[in-house]
C-alpha cells in the first residue's frame, strides 16, 4: 500500500517569490508515478507537474518544479515567481500505473498580492 | 490532454429518491475508472474502481448497494447514489486511466450534490 504525507496545511508566499510545497511518500512497488495537482475553486483537478520514479532528473514545467530524493522519499514541488492565479490546494499523489491515485491531505496556498 | 466530462455538474435532490452520475471518457477509451468523494477543505477519498464489463471493486467502508457503479462501456462509468440521504451530500469526481499512457489519469470537473 502507497501513503503520501503532506505536513503544510496552509502556505502563503508574496506574489513574484518563490515556495516549496513539501510532501513524503511510503510505497512498496519499485514502478511508481507522482503527481502534483492544483484545485482551484473550481475544484477541477488539473495536473501540474508528474514525475516517473525510474526518472533520476527532475521534472519541470515552466515555473514549476520538483525535488524528487528517491531514497528519501520525498517529492517537493517548488513554484518560482508566483501568481495570484496559483492561489489553490495543491494536493501531492501517487500511484503504480493503471491503479488509483493515493492523495495527501493538501496544502492550501495562498498568493499575497 | 485527454478530456474527461461529468454529468450533471451539479445536482440538488430530495431525500429517499436516487440520483445517477455520469463520468465519461471524450477522446480515449478508458478500461478503468475511478470514483472519488470529498468533503469541504478535504482531500480525495477514493470509493470505488471501476472496470469495463465487470464488476466495480468497492473501498472499505462504502456501501456498494448505495452507490451502484455500472461500467458498461469503454467510455461511460456511471455512479447512482441510491435512496440519498443529507450525509451523502458531498462533490464526486471521476478520473480515468488511458491505457495508451499507463501513468496518466484524467479528471472530470465533479459534480455536487446536495440532498435535502
Redesign the interface.
Known amino acids: 500500500a502507497q501513503t503520501v504525507t503532506q505536513s503544510q496545511p496552509e502556505m502563503s508566499v508574496q506574489e513574484a517569490e518563490t515556495v516549496t510545497l513539501s510532501c513524503t511518500y511510503d510505497t512498496s512497488e519499485s514502478n511508481y ?1 507522482l503527481f502534483w ?1 492544483k484545485q482551484p475553486p ?4 488539473i495536473l501540474v507537474i ?1 514525475q ?1 520514479a525510474y526518472k533520476q532528473q527532475n521534472a519541470t514545467e515552466n515555473r514549476f518544479s520538483v525535488n524528487f530524493q528517491k531514497a528519501a522519499k520525498s517529492f517537493s514541488l517548488k513554484i518560482s515567481d508566483s501568481q495570484l492565479g496559483d492561489t489553490a490546494m495543491y ?1 501531492c499523489a501517487a ?1 503504480s ?2 491503479t ?7 496544502t ?1 496556498l495562498s498568493v499575497i498580492a | 490532454g485527454a478530456v474527461v466530462s461529468q454529468h450533471p455538474s451539479w445536482v440538488i435532490c430530495k431525500s429517499g429518491t436516487s440520483v445517477k452520475i455520469e463520468c465519461r471518457s471524450l477522446d480515449f477509451q478508458a478500461t478503468t475508472m475511478f470514483w472519488y468523494r470529498q468533503f469541504p477543505k478535504q482531500s480525495l477519498m477514493l470509493m470505488a474502481t471501476s472496470n469495463e464489463g465487470s464488476k466495480a471493486t468497492y473501498e472499505q467502508g462504502v456501501e456498494k448497494d448505495k452507490f451502484l457503479i455500472n461500467h458498461a462501456s469503454l467510455t461511460l462509468s456511471t455512479l447512482t447514489v441510491t435512496s440519498a440521504h443529507p450525509e451523502d451530500s458531498s462533490f464526486y469526481i471521476c478520473s480515468a486511466g488511458d491505457p495508451g499512457h499507463s501513468y496518466e489519469q484524467y479528471f472530470g470537473p465533479g459534480t455536487r450534490l446536495t440532498v435535502t
Not at chain 1, 42 to 45: D, K, L, N, T, V
Not at chain 1, 100 to 106: D, S
Open positions: 508515478y495537482y473550481s475544484r477541477q483537478m508528474r516517473e494536493f500511484h500505473g493503471n488509483p491515485l493515493v492523495f495527501g491531505k493538501g492550501r
